[in-house]
Structures are given as C-alpha cells and as structure tokens.
C-alpha cells in the first residue's frame, strides 16, 4: 500500500530553514493526486501548510506563504517542504499527506511525521 | 480564512454508549453545483497521524467501522460513534476544504467514563 515517510533534521536554529522531504512508496507521484504538508505544534491542533502536484503546481497557507517553498522530485518519487527564517513557533510535528481528490481537499494517507524544534 | 469551532472540547463515555461531536464552520462550506459538503473527520490517537474518517461530511472512507458516520450540512456538523469502543479513545478534528486556506477545529478529546 502507499506509504509516506518523512525525513529532515530534528533540530534547527532560529532564523534559519527547515528542510524537510517526504518519500512516497509503492505509487509513482508522476501518476497522479495532489501532496501536502501539515504541521502540529505540540499539543495543539492541526495546520495546513500546502500542497503540490507532480507538476509543480503548488497551493500554499497564506500566512506562511512569504517563508515555503513545496517542490516536487519525480525522479526520486519525492517531494520536500522549505520553511525559511524559522522562529521557536515553527517547532511541530511535520506530516505528509497525500490529497484524497481533486487538488486541496481531504488527506487519506500520512506519514508518521517528524517532529522539528527550532531552538539555537 | 473560514474559522472551524468544536464542541465540546472533551467527553467522556461509558463503552457502548453513544458519542457526538459537533464542528460549526464560519461559513458555509456547501457547493449547491455539486451538491456536496467540502467537510471532513479524522481520527488522532496519541503518537499517531491522523486518521482520515469521513469525507463529503458523510462518506466513511474505507475500513473505517460503521460505528462512526457523519452528518449535517452547510455550517453545521456531527460526528457520531454509535457504540464506544476502548479503541475510539482519541481526538476527533473536523476539517473543511472549500476554499484555502484549509482549516481544522481545534479538536475533541473522547475518553472512557
């Protein structure tokens, strides 16, 4: 079945970026759907980052628009989120997700997420 | 950005028991040229991602029990467990995708009484 690993340092330095990329198996992201990022502040609630196609055509959350970039890889069936000049409220679990339809809808496939704390 | 608000913010049920978690959305989130709720239930239990649910505020994805089912339409929305079992122990997020940005309630936490 598909799977989504995400992968990235853990720890990363005020002002900074965040790079993180989420692997997908056993389904070529070259085929189809729509890939997200979404993250979770220790206990708190879920937001939504953005989400890419295969071919580049990205959607993001405005509030985070100026500081993320989500590319995509096909070669290595990859895609990756970049978060600039990180601040301590950017410390969360980061998920991949995979869109279950149409471009920004509902995420049926995740990662386990990796959590990333901004800290010097 | 369309605000999604919860309630209530914890519950506690006895096993068997029926559970109900409501989601308002700040707008309405109901396209009439589709005839479908842009509306969607996860499941988070600790250490875990979440969990896909519901879809179309009504549609179970697959292998999700038949316990759970959602319903409302418009602003407002219900996830219910009909019967309560030990595994159901988790937080419960409504989520709209309408428009962007997509937005999340702030969570349910379901216990055992």
């Known amino acids: 079945q598909v799977q989504l690993q995400e992968s990235g340092p853990g720890l990363v330095k005020p002002s900074e970026t965040l790079s993180l990329t989420c692997a997908v198996s056993?389904?070529?992201?070259?085929?189809?759907?729509?890939w997200g990022w979404i993250r979770q502040a220790p206990g708190k609630g879920l937001e939504w980052i953005g989400n890419?196609?295969?071919?580049?055509?990205?959607y993001y959350n405005p509030s985070l628009k100026s500081r993320v970039t989500i590319s995509v890889d096909t070669s290595k069936n990859q895609f990756s989120l970049k978060l600039t000049s990180v601040t301590a409220a950017d410390t969360a679990v980061y998920y991949c997700?995979?869109?279950?339809?149409?471009?920004?809808?509902?995420?049926?496939?995740w990662g386990q997420g990796t959590m990333v704390t901004v800290s010097s | 950005d369309i605000v999604m608000t919860q309630s209530p913010d914890s519950l506690a049920v006895s096993l068997g028991e029926r559970a109900t978690i409501n989601c308002k959305s700040s707008?309405?989130?109901?396209?009439?040229?589709?005839?479908?709720?842009?509306f969607a239930w996860y499941q988070q239990k600790p250490g875990q991602p979440p969990k896909l649910l519901i879809y179309w505020a009504s549609t179970r994805e697959s292998g999700v029990p038949d316990r759970f089912s959602g319903s409302g339409s418009g602003t407002d929305f219900t996830l219910t467990i009909s019967s309560l079992q030990a595994e159901d122990v988790a937080v419960y997020y409504c989520q709209q995708y309408y428009n962007t940005p997509l937005t999340f309630g702030g969570g349910t936490k379901v216990e055992i009484k």
């Open positions: 056993s389904y070529s992201i070259s085929s189809g759907y729509y």
């Open positions: 997700a995979r869109v279950i339809v149409g471009v920004t809808t509902a995420f049926d496939i």
């Open positions: 707008q309405s989130v109901f396209y009439s040229s589709n005839n479908k709720n842009y």
């Open positions: 890419v196609h295969h071919s580049g055509i990205t």
